[in-house]
Nanobody, 116 residues
Framework: QVRLVESGGGLVQAGESLRLSCAAS????????IGWYRQAPGKQRELVAS???????NYADSVKGRFTVSRDNVKNTEYLQMNSLKPEDTAIYYC??????????WGQGTQVTVSS
């Protein structure tokens, strides 16, 4: 079983960068696919990026070329590097496994606010 805790959010200006961290507890982290989701006010939660145990990554079109997922299996942490941030990236960001996302189990997330 894996427990995930997000951190690294903050307030930045458009064009700046942030790196989010997803710290995992549990021995199976390296085997897990971890997704990065976000929910903006008044909008549904959406999957923006994911990283798998085999180092493959996937990105939503809205963040492709700006966001990068990486993983440190020694530290049991996955990262979301967000560059060239836009005001429309403002949201609460969550990391989660696909299973827990389907079950509706979410952590507290981390707030990212991008000012114009």
């Amino acid at each position: 079983q894996v427990r995930l805790v997000e951190s690294g959010g903050g307030l930045v200006q458009a064009g700046e960068s942030l790196r989010l961290s997803c710290a995992a507890s549990g021995s199976t982290f390296s085997l897990q696919t971890i997704g990065w989701y976000r929910q903006a006010p008044g909008k549904q939660r959406e999957l923006v990026a994911s990283g798998s145990s085999g180092s493959s990554t996937n990105y939503a079109d809205s963040v492709k070329g700006r966001f990068t997922v990486s993983r440190d299996n020694v530290k049991n942490t996955e990262y979301l590097q967000m560059n060239s941030l836009k005001p429309e990236d403002t949201a609460i960001y969550y990391c989660n496994t696909p299973l827990w996302a389907r079950l509706g189990l979410w952590g507290q997330g981390t707030q990212v606010t991008v000012s114009s």
